[in-house]
């Protein structure tokens, strides 16, 4: 198997599925010719030409707006959002229709398109390029929100977000793309959107996270676990909306304890959903109150500071000892 | 007649200095010596200032950035033709301009090494915006600035740089529409480099010009060579006189060319041919106006070689300046978050200093 960037695992994904199905769309700023900025799409131009492959003018909402009518219309688009502090602009096409086709019309018409947008902190960016906003989508009903952690995931992900009947927004974690390689089979490879998965299974807490904080959590569960007795069940819910309510209350159910860990700002953000839906399904079994490991209510920092407000594996082991102490 | 043709529309182009730096005799303005010879220390100090960061950008000691090099005259023109009153909204690609409303370079370096601290302008540099990322919002901000100077009476107005793709976002047809039916004090100018990262001028728009979109918003509008330092600067303080007199927005093009990457993060040779720049390098708007300088007896290579040794020697100093800083407090960003403190954040900046102590994150 061929080891690959999660940058190289997207385009893989995006190139068989364009290859099997000639309704598939590539669209946005700079996706064709250069390839997109982080080079997610590169080489589809050459591949399917500039009907299948849109250099689209500079209009996040417009290219939101026209991928919902070639949506409608049967196509199956996949539009690019340069970067997240960009995709603001396409909020008023997403919350005020892509979303609600579907109820709009009881079924009779459907948004099935992705929107792929890179997200979060840590690669020395300028301004808006380096915040995390996932609380923004996933808070729209009708839409769906996909976070990959790793290259393979990533590559399981966009097929099957492509294939899916309904609006997907697709947060790339920027500060991962190209940060480790993994093995990624030729062959297809569909995970489902809405399952949250087990990475590793534990019993004495469950660490909870997606995206690039899964990287530090796994850091800060492995360094724990190497300096005391500790079983902990670490998941990645893979997707925000629909949560995988099932697998996150049966695990706490299970454990007593858990910490999440996110790298938006704290108030409203998936971790706050997250303690709800634990409150609801494992509160009577829980030996320690829910500890969040979260940024901060603050603007994001530009990037001379922003080292300092991403959660770093220590203060992830410290809330995680805390929990199991508690 | 049923059908018949009820207005017609002409879109006109003014070129001051032709490429050989030879100005058309009555479209001279006639500037006084002292302001040809801020424009030319202007220009000349943009480029080298590019220059420099592009070095610092590769050694590691900034960030990104965006490069000026090749618009230098389509932004000193009309920064130069601005009263100290008016208000410059620009995006991220006017350092010339930033520079002569007084912004220090070692704010410029500071923005780019990540720190809001280089937003922070010293005592008298005032109405200048901080750089605009989002392509395009920054002409709305204007169109409301100049609302509030025309509510105000002051005899402000505002200019507001984009680019070619800026003009695609609905924002700028928004702006222009909203100066349009207000008739307030703004100029817009757009700098068309012909490309927008790797869209060329033609894929962004079908239209043959931009100037042209002023049409429809019933405004001035008028292409201009944005590599003729002069022909910008007489576009410029006309449409800025017009404002003053209550005559309301005006819209300019300068065509002109992005001669470097987008920014330090692109790779150009993805999507654009070598001799299509080589060719803009033959229309460098410093070669330009030097030739003119120099057939008046204004300028000579003596004399250059003095600006640019004064120029680097000003850049050398930032420089230091700029690295010798060490007071970024890691929670500044908690005293901004509203005017008023909040027990909330206030409880987070605890918590975040006390989370300093155990190590930073950003790991991959
Ligand atoms: C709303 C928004 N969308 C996308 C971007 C990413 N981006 C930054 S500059 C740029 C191209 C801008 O082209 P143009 O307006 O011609 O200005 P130029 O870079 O040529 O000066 C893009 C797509 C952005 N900053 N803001
Ligand atoms: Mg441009």
């Known amino acids: ?44 131009l050459a591949k399917y030409g500039e009907t299948r492959v849109i250099d689209t003018p500079l209009a996040e909402s417009a290219i939101l707006g026209a991928s919902i009518g070639m949506a409608l219309a049967g196509l199956r688009p996949v539009a690019e959002m340069q970067f997240c502090g960009f995709s603001y602009l396409m909020l008023p096409q997403l919350e005020g229709h892509a979303s ?25 960016a300028l301004e808006h390029h380096s915040e995390a906003r996932e609380t923004l989508y996933a808070h729209l009903p009708g839409v769906k929100v996909v976070v990959p952690s790793a290259p393979r995931n990533a590559r399981a992900l966009i097929v099957a977000a492509v294939r899916d009947p309904d609006p997907v927004v697709f947060l790339e974690p920027k500060r991962s793309y190209r940060a480790f390689r993994e093995e990624v089979p030729e062959e297809e490879e569909v995970m489902p959107i809405g399952c949250a998965i087990v990475v590793r299974p ?26 005391r007795k500790a079983s902990i069940e670490l998941i990645d819910l893979l997707s925000l909306a629909p949560l995988d309510v099932e697998t996150i209350g049966a695990s706490v159910a299970k454990t007593g304890r858990c ?68 | 007649m049923p059908r018949k043709e009820i207005e017609t529309f002409a879109v006109s182009w003014l070129q001051v200095l032709d490429e050989t730096g030879t100005a058309d005799p009555e479209l001279d303005p006639k500037l006084p010596q002292e302001t040809l010879l801020e424009l030319q ?45 008016d208000w ?72 507001t740089f984009l680019g070619d793709g800026a003009t695609s976002e609905g924002d700028f047809h928004e702006a222009l529409n909203f100066a349009s039916v207000w008739q307030v004090p703004v100029v817009f100018i757009v700098q068309n480099n012909q490309w927008a990262i790797s869209i060329p001028r033609r894929k962004q728009m079908h239209c043959r010009t931009i100037a042209q979109r002023a049409i429809a918003y019933d405004m001035p509008g008028l292409q201009v060579d944005g590599n003729d330092v002069l022909g910008m600067y007489v576009a410029a303080r006309e449409a800025l006189d017009r404002a003053r007199g209550g005559g309301g927005p005006t819209l300019i093009e300068a065509v002109t060319y992005r001669l470097m990457m987008h920014t330090t993060a692109d790779d150009p040779s993805k999507y ?70 909040h027990a909330l ?20």
């Open chain 1, 202 to 227: 534990g019993t004495d807490l469950t660490a909870i996270s997606w995206g690039a904080m899964m990287r530090p959590t796994l850091q800060a569960v492995e360094e724990l676990q190497k300096q």
């Open chain 1, 1 to 44: 198997m061929p080891k690959l960037t999660m940058v190289q695992a997207i385009n893989l994904g995006l190139d068989q599925e364009m290859q099997r199905d000639d309704r598939v769309i590539v669209l946005g700023e700079d996706v064709g010719r250069d390839g997109g900025v982080f080079r997610v799409t590169e080489g589809l």
């Open chain 1, 100 to 124: 609600r086709f579907r109820a709009r019309s009881q079924g009779q018409l459907t948004c099935p398109l992705v929107v792929r947008v890179p997200y979060g902190g840590g690669v020395r």
């Open chain 2, 88 to 159: 410059f909204a620009g995006s991220f690609r006017e350092l010339g301009g930033r520079q002569i409303r007084g912004e220090p370079l070692t704010n410029t370096f500071l923005f780019h090494n990540g720190f809001e601290e280089g937003n922070v302008q010293p005592a008298g540099v005032t109405r200048l915006l901080p750089v605009s990322i989002i392509v395009g919002a920054q002409t709305l901000h204007a169109v409301g600035a100049a609302y509030a100077m025309k509510y105000r009476g002051e005899k402000a107005c505002v200019v």
């Open chain 2, 41 to 85: 220390r202007a220009m000349v100090r943009a480029r080298e200032s590019d220059a420099r960061m592009l070095r610092l950008q590769r050694q590691g000691r900034i960030g990104t950035f965006g490069p000026c090099t090749g618009q230098e005259a389509s932004v000193c023109g009309p920064a130069l033709a601005m009263a100290p009153q």
């Open chain 2, 272 to 341: 654009r041919q070598d001799d299509e720049v080589q060719q803009w390098w033959d229309r460098d708007p410093l070669v330009r106006f030097r030739k003119y300088l120099e057939a008046r007896g204004l300028w000579d290579a003596q004399r250059q070689a003095l600006l640019e040794a004064e120029v680097k020697r000003e850049i050398d100093q930032a420089v230091q300046e700029f690295e010798a800083r060490r007071d970024f407090p890691p929670d500044a960003p908690f005293d901004h978050v509203f005017g008023t403190r």
């Open chain 2, 345 to 364: 954040i206030e409880e987070q900046r605890a918590q975040f200093l006390a989370d300093l102590r155990l190590g930073e994150g950003g790991h991959a």
């Open chain 1, 259 to 326: 910490v999440v860990v996110q790298e938006s700002p704290r108030s409203f953000g998936p971790a706050a959903e997250l303690i709800a839906v634990i409150n609801d399904r494992a509160l009577l079994q829980l030996e320690a109150p829910v500890k969040r490991v979260t940024g901060y209510d603050v603007v994001t920092p530009y990037f001379g500071r922003e080292h300092q407000y991403i959660a770093s594996p220590a203060r992830i082991r410290r809330a995680l000892e805390e929990t199991l102490d508690f």
